[in-house]
């Protein structure tokens, strides 16, 4: 929220779902087509912890916008060239001029939407190894 309010001093944030206790209902696909109209989609994951990595940076990305995430991804996966990181900034305030500079520069905000969004191939392996362990005790 408080990234919503800086960010609101910068110009109109339009917010969806439950964190805006509005009653706008929105399933994946309306949530899709509606991220495709905006410049940003926020991606800020529920907890700032190495390695916890969802699917909120992948999806803004995939509608055409640049993420505005809040994430730590240790082993290097994400394109930090693709989206703007909260977390790589000394404060919200730095964070909320770098959403500006962004925004108001039609090449900088290219130079983000065009960069790919992984650095690497995940590997699934150590996924499947996890889920195997945990599901034994089940069988």
Known sequence: MHALTALSKIGKVDVFGAVARNNESLNQNNKYEISQKYRFVFAFENDLYPGYVTEKAPEAWATGAVPLYWGM?????????????????????????????????????????????????????????????????LL
């Open 73 to 137: 991804d240790p082993a290097g996966y994400l394109n930090q060239r693709s989206l703007i990181n909260l977390s790589a900034f000394n404060s919200l305030e730095d964070f909320a001029a770098r959403v500006k500079e962004v925004n108001n520069s039609q090449k900088l905000w290219e130079k983000y939407a065009s960069e790919p969004f992984l650095q690497k191939t995940p590997n699934l392996k150590l996924v499947i190894k996890t889920i195997r362990n945990n599901l034994k005790p």
